[in-house]
């Protein structure tokens, strides 16, 4: 089948990948000069499917208004004229319920645990290499209380496939060494072995070039100006290079999906949140982690990629500004030495900042439309990296009218009704 993919984020090209070793025949449509260069480009790293839980949950609009006015807030909203910030924001508190977060908690997971498979197959498939590290991720607390919550948490997801395993301040150390300067601040620990991490720019570039040895044609500097539908069908996109036309298309835009699907009466409730990131060339090995970590109480991730260290978290709403506001990249750095004072050399450490396109109960849109030709493959949030090779097989398997080896239920775009 002729099929469009719209988008070459890390979720796009993994959606090709699988679309052409199903057989079918793949064009993909970037504006950008190659792929992964926006969200995908200088992420966390982590595969974190241990950790698939949303920002939507009870504790969270406390939170967020103890923050409220603090440059290093770990979630910020900048409140402005914007009538599709207001509806989501509307939307998010509806799901800061505990059983909306368990609901949404589940769905996560649900995809998470497949898509972390799917990479590892895809991996032994392929042979791709990408900075990639299998020795888990570790989730670290210093507030004792915050720490109970967790280990409550972790209870709560075990029937899910979560594996997250209790340790003390030492055991900590003991999982990742480095951590050896902070020992007496943590209050404890959960080690999610299964988990990974790996750069994902690294990861979408090659697979992309894999995907093109097996006759995927990549049309990167190509703009979407429209989705073109007759009935029930879509037939194609118009661009800023010309029309193209496909039996079936898959919309994987990240934050700017939205505005594809408008013109076609699909409201899809995806904002972006700006998240930013610090990478640090790593010059003392011994200084800096190698496990993945995940400082939940900060919202940001630590993952080690060759001789770098990615540091990355905190979410902005402010539309869909990309720029690098220094007191919050500083404030990453700051902490990030804090906890790993002689990782490497700060001075030349690079910024980042990019949109997480965010559903308002933070799980993806995976699954047809009205259409019954076109797919979302969208609103990855927090988690597209984690998402991406699970969702791309999701993809190719409805191209394919095959059933999907997950259940469905609660991806789709109805759910918002
Ligand atoms: C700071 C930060 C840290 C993160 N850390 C992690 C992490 O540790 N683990 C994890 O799993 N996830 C993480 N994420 C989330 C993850 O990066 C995203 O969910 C993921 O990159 C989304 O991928 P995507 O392909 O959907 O979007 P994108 O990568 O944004 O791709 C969409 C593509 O569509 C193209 N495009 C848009 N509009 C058009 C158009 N009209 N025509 C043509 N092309 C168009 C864009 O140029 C872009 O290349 C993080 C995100 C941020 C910001």
Redesign the pocket.
Known sequence: MRTLV????????AAAYYLARAGHQVTV????AG??????????????ANHSEPWANPGTPAKVLKWLGRADAPILFRLRADPRLWAWVFRFLGNCTARRARINTERLTRVSLYSRAALGELRAETGIQYDQRTQGILHIYRDPREYEHALAQAEMVRPLGCVRQALDAAGCVGVEPALAGARDTLAGGLYCPDDE?GD?YTF?ARLAEICAGQGVEFRYG????RLRADGDRVTGAD?DGGTLTADATVL??????P??TRPLGITLPVYP?????VTIPVERPEGAPEVGLLDDERKL?Y?RLGQRLRV???AEFAGYDTAVTESRVRSILNSALELFPDCGDAAKAEF??????MTPDNVPVIGRTRYANLIL??G?????????CGSGRIVADLVSGRTPEIDLEGLGVERFG
Request: charged share 10%; no cysteine; proline share 3%.
């Open positions: 719209l988008g070459a984020g890390v979720v796009g090209v449509v970037e504006r950008r792929p992964g260069l926006e969200t995908s480009f200088a992420n966390g790293g982590q595969i974190a991490s994902a979408t190509t703009t979407v100006e661009t994987a835009l990240g934050s700017y999906s505005f594809l949140a700006k998240g930013y990131s991730v993952s990355a978290g905190t980042w900042a990019g949109l997480r396109p493959n969208t990855h949030g927090t988690l597209g990296w984690t998402m991406a």
